[in-house]
């Protein structure tokens, strides 16, 4: 059987993926927000400045968390994570939340590349005969 005669995987993989991605974002935002504790504490105080930071950025994360189906959602993702990295300016442990997470993004872009070679090689449940 050649390439073009495999049908559509019987189950969306995507649909899997954008949750896993939008779940992501979800526990990222509690990260960061529980980074918080963290800089009013042993950051020097956290001021407007670090608080609006931290916050909006959170916010902007659950708001993309929802946005996970568009075709520039994953360069979004990545995107957030410098920005979370620059954190770092407020204090090492936001920059260092940013890192894990970017290794988890990368892991991500990783998952979906793998996921579409294999709906490329027919190799998922349902595409073949």
């Not at 050649?2 to 990222?28: I, M, Q």
């Not at 442990?93 to 979906?112: C, E, K, M, N, Q």
Request: net charge positive.
């Amino acid at each position: 059987m050649s390439e073009a005669e495999f049908r559509p995987p019987t189950t969306d993989p995507w649909k899997g993926f954008r949750g896993v991605s939008a779940g992501t974002l979800v526990l990222e935002a509690i990260v960061t927000l529980l980074a918080l504790p963290v800089v009013a504490t042993l950051g020097g105080g956290a001021s407007w400045f670090s608080t609006t930071y931290i916050v909006a950025l959170a916010v902007v994360m659950i708001l993309a968390a929802g946005k996970q189906g568009e075709p520039w959602a994953m360069k979004l993702n990545l995107a957030l994570q410098f920005f979370v990295m620059a954190g770092a300016v407020f204090h090492l442990s936001i920059g260092a939340v940013g890192l894990i997470f970017l290794a988890v993004w990368l892991y991500l872009l990783y998952l979906r590349r793998d996921i579409t070679e294999r709906i490329r090689r027919g190799m998922l449940p349902g595409q073949r005969d």
